[in-house]
Structure formats: structure tokens, C-alpha cells
T-cell receptor
Framework: DQQVKQNSPSLSVQEGRISILNCDYT??????FLWYKKYPAEGPTFLIS?????DKNEDGRFTVFLNKSAKHLSLHIVPSQPGDSAVYFC???????????FGTGTRLQVTL | GAVVSQHPSRVICKSGTSVKIECRSL??????MFWYRQFPKQSLMLMAT?????????EQGVEKDKFLINHASLTLSTLTVTSAHPEDSSFYIC????????????FGPGTRLTVT
């Protein structure tokens, strides 16, 4: 039972354009959502997070939007840079220091 | 801040032997650490949750006698793969949460285990 889903396994975006990565979840108990970036053979790097009481959180080029009624969140990267090319995972948990449930990941490639 | 290290980064062992992987929080105290494994082109799968000073909580399907977890201090958790088999070959990653109230988990760089 995949509680967190990323339906697009890959995404290609031109440098300077906006990258939009999507994530859907089914568990209504999730109250905190996170995005991680991962390179092969490395651990995930925390990017940005959002609490379920908010619908938007912004940090530099990264913005996460949460639509609780649709159980959907998205990560916007603008402008996209070649160094953003990596696999992006969304994750969710139900409380502090609780386990994360990860999505299946989306491979982003930013082309010149 | 919030740096997590793992050692070793890569290990090759023979079938039947045991391997210990260390996870350290370098600049913060971590009451809770998590151990994940990742197969090629798949997502991270949680193996167990490790709480300092108490027994680990294992996810369904993870053999606790095969994957021994010890969280002896607020900065160190270890995962020992006992009697390793080739199917245990994987990428093992730990994460830690900052003690107190924290939702974010910070991940180590991972350990590539190859069992021959």
C-alpha cells in the first residue's frame, strides 16, 4: 500500500524554467510533509518542508504547496538550474520524531 | 548544522559474516535515529526506528535477529547485519532527528554493502 505517491518517475526541464514535482498521499493522519533531493549513492538532502496547517512555504528558489483537501503537494523550483538534476523524494510523517513514509521519487533533469 | 555521518561508506564482505555500520550525529543530539535500505531505482524503505537507551522498533518483515540495532548514546546508532547473504546487498542509510520537537530528519551519506 503506497501511501505516498509520485506518479511521474522522470521530468525534464530547460534551464531557467520552472520545475514542478508532484506528490499525492492517502493517509489523512499525515501532518508534516518534506522534500528531499538525492544523488546516486548518497543520502537524501533535506530541501524544504511544510506543516499541514499551512498551504505554502517558500525558501529561495524552492516553494512547496499543500492542498489538504486534494491530498496533494507540489514542489516548485524556479529558476531551474543544471545542479538541480537529481532524484526528488517527497515524504510525510505523523508527528515529531516519527518515521517518514517516502514516495517513489521523481528524477529531474535540467537541460541547458 | 545537523550533519549525520556513516561509516563505512562502502563494505564488501563474504557470505556468512557480520558487518557493523555506524551512524553518528556530529553536531546535535539525536534521541531517535532511523535505518533505511534502498534497492536500485527504488524508494527508501524504513527498516527500524532506534531510540536511545531502548530497544529498536522494527518494521513488518524486517528480521530483528538479523539486523541488530544498538543506540547506546545520543550521537551513535549501529546496525549490524548478521550472517550476511548476497540478498542483503543494498544501500543502507540512517537518519536522525534533533532531540526535542522536530519533524525533519537528516540523513547520513549511506553505506553500500556488497555480500559475495
Amino acid at each position: 500500500d503506497q501511501q505516498v505517491k509520485q506518479n511521474s518517475p522522470s521530468l525534464s526541464v530547460q534551464e531557467g524554467r520552472i520545475s514542478i514535482l508532484n506528490c499525492d498521499y492517502t493517509n489523512s493522519m499525515f501532518d508534516y510533509f518534506l522534500w528531499y533531493k538525492k544523488y546516486p549513492a548518497e543520502g537524501p538532502t533535506f530541501l524544504i518542508s511544510i506543516s499541514s496547517i499551512k498551504d505554502k512555504n517558500e525558501d529561495g528558489r524552492f516553494t512547496v504547496f499543500l492542498n489538504k483537501s486534494a491530498k496533494h503537494l507540489s514542489l516548485h523550483i524556479v529558476p531551474s538550474q543544471p545542479g538541480d538534476s537529481a532524484v526528488y523524494f517527497c515524504a510525510a510523517n505523523t508527528g515529531t520524531a516519527s518515521k517518514l513514509t517516502f514516495g517513489t521519487g521523481t528524477r529531474l533533469q535540467v537541460t541547458l | 548544522g545537523a550533519v549525520v555521518s556513516q561509516h563505512p561508506s562502502r563494505v564488501i564482505c563474504k557470505s556468512g559474516t557480520s558487518v557493523k555500520i555506524e551512524c553518528r550525529s556530529l553536531d546535535f543530539q539525536a534521541t531517535t535515529m532511523f535505518w533505511y535500505r534502498q534497492f536500485p531505482k527504488q524508494s527508501l524503505m524504513l527498516m527500524a526506528t532506534s531510540n536511545e537507551g531502548s530497544k529498536a522498533t522494527y518494521e513488518q518483515g524486517v528480521e530483528k535477529d538479523k539486523f541488530l540495532i544498538n543506540h547506546a548514546s545520543l550521537t551513535l546508532s549501529t546496525l549490524t547485519v548478521t550472517s550476511a547473504h548476497p540478498e542483503d546487498s543494498s544501500f543502507y542509510i540512517c537518519s536522525a532527528t534533533v532531540s526535542g520537537s522536530s519533524y525533519e530528519q537528516y540523513f547520513g551519506p549511506g553505506t553500500r554493502l556488497t555480500v559475495t
